[in-house]
């Protein structure tokens, strides 16, 4: 009989997640820090949804449609489908409809939470991500839309971006309500398709969009994804509206009358701005990055927009008999850390432990002693964690980046004062305890 094998679990991660470390963690933090303060200055109210919902709840909301599982991560639950959220949007929208009585109308509110997409992932794209939304529910007011696009250009601004580093990029569905007619299609599968092709032009280029309204393309790892199945002439239609630099739609000059009055001028009409999920009913904006932006490999990509949104008037009216209008915007957080870290240096300080070494652990009294000190002084501070002798200690502290070690055995005991090492420098120090605080503080 041969022996079971001991089969390990894998060290790696699945496709389209990451481990996040300090540093991206902390200037996402800042990121989230500059955008509560915007939101708090412009009146929105903050809430959490959870981060799962009923399949039916968000699935026919989705770019994929009807089989449960396809775009997201789904398990059936007493005969029922839970899955886990695609956006925020359609939890806000169930939200609103379950407090449709209780909430003001207009309702503004704002929202930071984790969303998956089991979808194909990419440079910058990932299938768990942190997304920041903003939305009016209740309003056909256009100057919700308008004040939705210069926030967002203030939060940008506020985490280290010039003007010249961002477009907000604007159109209307009712340009591709319009184009459809022109090309007569009719069948909901083929517009939904075609939406999404041509969602992907910015991140794609116009040549693979074209496949895909064409009858399909295959990426460079082989995958295959089905096309529109249109017609020669009918792409050419697309391709020569695509081209305009002007907009007839009524919502976006309506627009663009409003940000004169903000004067806002960081914005451009680009009808290729089309969003692939098809709850949008009017004016659509995209937000995108005018620099370069880079892989792991320092290969530039094509990396396509860090948020965007637009106008969805029905969207709330699927829970039932509700007249709610509303429009939102979201920028998917971990993407813009990804392009940040490149643009600019963040100057995020990370704070490290001054490390207290073990010299007898029945001194351990004397080394609290220390340690309470310190961090009733609010300075970062632990007692070796770990078991070794003084060499492991301070490679310990090293590898950690700690400022200084403080090293207090008997000759200091007896001496009163304590040995701190400055762990950049290599200067020793003795030191009283009474003054440690005061020679710690001039080293951070």
Known sequence: MS??????????LPLGFVDRQEKELLIRDFIISKIKEVMTKYGFQYLET??????DSIGKFLPDKERPDQGVFSFKDENKWLSLRYDLTAPLARYVAKNYLEISKPFKRYQLG??????KPGPGRFREFLQFDADYVGTKSLQADAELCVLISEI???????????????????FTDKLFEKLKIKSKEQI?????????????????????????????SGDYTKGANLNNDQIKIIENSLKSKTSDSEDVLEIIKIFKDYNFENYKFDPSVIRGLEYYTGPIFEVNLNFEVKNAKGQVIQFGSIGGGGRYDNLVSNFGNFDCPATGISIGLDRLV?????KKDFKIKTTRPVVICVFDKNKNKEYVGILNKLRMSNISSEIYPGEGKLKKQMEYANKIGSPAVILYGDDEIKSGKATLKNLESGKENLVKIEDLVNEIKKLL
């Open 3 to 12: 022996k079971e094998k001991n089969l390990k679990p894998s060290k790696d």
């Open 50 to 55: 959870p981060s799962f919902e009923y399949t």
């Open 114 to 119: 984790t969303v998956w997409r089991n979808e």
């Open 156 to 174: 940008l601004e506020k985490c280290g971006l010039d003007k010249k580093d961002y477009t907000v990029k604007i159109s209307s569905r009712k």
């Open 192 to 220: 939904s398709t075609t939406l999404r092709a041509l969602d992907k032009i910015d991140r794609l280029g116009w040549g693979e969009a074209k496949k895909l309204l064409a009858e399909g393309r295959k990426d460079k």
């Open 338 to 342: 990804f392009a940040l870290i490149q």
